[in-house]
């Protein structure tokens, strides 16, 4: 049934998405209340209307990456191609044709589920993806094949580390969405970010300090309904830095912030991404 529904043209699975977006958002609520106190917490100085403007926007985003991931099913590459443009890819290549492994840090903003199978597409080197798999069976295999159809690798999170060590010294693109929210006996990093004391994994710093890898930010924009625009921006060139300069983690994290403030509606507020205590904070209040 999925795959008959993929075969749909976007135009006709939009009016899907425009159904899903009112059911979700004026019928059902789905996580209404998480995502309305997400974006007053990231945003204090706008108004309550501005707030709600930009939930909207959100929901209908958000519905449209659910049909948009379904269409990855019987989606070709030509198509894809035409969807998504890379406006500097000039400086993933750069590294890459000097035999290095290329991590970028994305997020869950725009259509996070298009962005690897674009690389695999338009890079012209292979391009993996770290994945967390998911507890259902049925979803695992369905977001496996829609991952993976158009040439894209899969790496499960807990063999990352092997994997790097066991192909160290492929030309090849790995990317890693950062900004998942560890579990609280897994936290080693906070910052503030959107105004909140948050934590981030450290995952991607470790691998690319231990492996001398190069780090590119992406920051993933819709410019129209199916259409986005990928931009790469440095954060480490894989050379040992002076250490007055920032973090990985932490300039991921400011970059992230930028690309927040510039398109919130484009970012996934569904989730509790602020669950966790800072201890020094949980300290000053006890």
Same mark, same amino acid.
């Given at each position: 049934? *999925?795959?008959?529904?993929?075969?749909?043209?976007?135009?006709?699975?939009?009016?899907?998405?425009?159904?899903?977006?009112?059911?979700?958002?004026?019928?059902?609520?789905?996580?209404? $209340?998480?995502? &309305?106190?997400?974006?007053?917490?990231?945003?204090? $100085?706008?108004?309550? $209307? $501005?707030?709600?403007?930009?939930?909207?926007?959100?929901?209908?985003?958000?519905?449209?990456?659910?049909?948009?991931? *379904? =269409?990855?099913?019987? @989606?070709?590459?030509?198509?894809?191609?035409?969807?998504?443009?890379?406006?500097?890819?000039? *400086?993933?290549?750069?590294?890459?044709?000097?035999?290095?492994?290329?991590?970028?840090? /994305?997020?869950?903003?725009?259509?996070?589920?298009?962005?690897?199978?674009?690389?695999?597409?338009?890079?012209?080197?292979?391009?993996?993806?770290?994945?967390?798999?998911?507890?259902?069976?049925?979803?695992?295999?369905? @977001? &496996?094949?829609?991952?993976?159809?158009?040439?894209? =690798? &899969?790496?499960?999170?807990?063999?990352?580390?092997?994997?790097?060590?066991?192909?160290?010294?492929?030309?090849?693109?790995?990317?890693?969405?950062?900004?998942?929210?560890? &579990?609280?006996? +897994?936290?080693?990093?906070?910052?503030?970010?959107?105004?909140?004391?948050?934590?981030?994994? +450290?995952?991607?710093?470790?691998?690319?300090?231990?492996?001398?890898?190069?780090?590119?930010?992406?920051?993933?924009?819709?410019?129209?309904?199916?259409?986005?625009?990928?931009?790469?921006?440095?954060?480490?060139? /894989?050379?040992?830095?002076?250490?007055?300069?920032?973090?990985?983690?932490?300039?991921?994290?400011?970059?992230?912030?930028?690309?927040?403030?510039?398109?919130?509606?484009?970012?996934?507020?569904?989730? =509790?991404?602020?669950?966790?205590?800072?201890?020094?904070?949980?300290?000053?209040?006890?």
């Amino acid at each position: 049934m *999925l795959k008959g529904l993929s075969l749909l043209p976007l135009s006709v699975l939009y009016l899907l998405a425009d159904f899903l977006y009112f059911v979700v958002y004026y019928v059902v609520g789905y996580r209404k $209340e998480v995502v &309305l106190s997400n974006l007053q917490r990231a945003f204090p $100085e706008k108004s309550l $209307e $501005e707030i709600h403007q930009i939930a909207k926007g959100f929901y209908r985003q958000f519905a449209d990456v659910i049909v948009e991931t *379904l =269409k990855l099913l019987s @989606m070709d590459a030509a198509e894809m191609e035409r969807r998504i443009v890379f406006t500097n890819q000039d *400086l993933l290549d750069d590294f890459v044709k000097q035999g290095k492994t290329v991590i970028t840090m /994305g997020s869950h903003a725009a259509n996070w589920e298009w962005v690897l199978s674009a690389g695999a597409v338009q890079f012209g080197f292979p391009a993996y993806g770290v994945y967390k798999p998911l507890n259902n069976a049925f979803f695992e295999t369905f @977001m &496996l094949r829609t991952r993976s159809k158009l040439g894209a =690798k &899969l790496i499960k999170m807990k063999d990352t580390l092997r994997d790097f060590a066991a192909n160290r010294n492929m030309p090849r693109v790995v990317a890693m969405l950062s900004d998942q929210t560890p &579990l609280k006996s +897994e936290i080693t990093f906070w910052t503030t970010f959107l105004h909140q004391d948050t934590p981030f994994y +450290e995952g991607a710093e470790k691998l690319a300090n231990k492996f001398g890898y190069p780090v590119l930010f992406l920051d993933t924009h819709r410019t129209s309904r199916g259409h986005y625009t990928l931009t790469f921006e440095l954060i480490s060139n /894989g050379k040992p830095d002076a250490s007055t300069e920032a973090s990985i983690t932490e300039t991921f994290a400011r970059k992230l912030e930028a690309a927040i403030r510039r398109h919130p509606a484009d970012y996934l507020w569904t989730h =509790k991404r602020w669950k966790h205590t800072r201890p020094e904070a949980a300290e000053l209040e006890s």
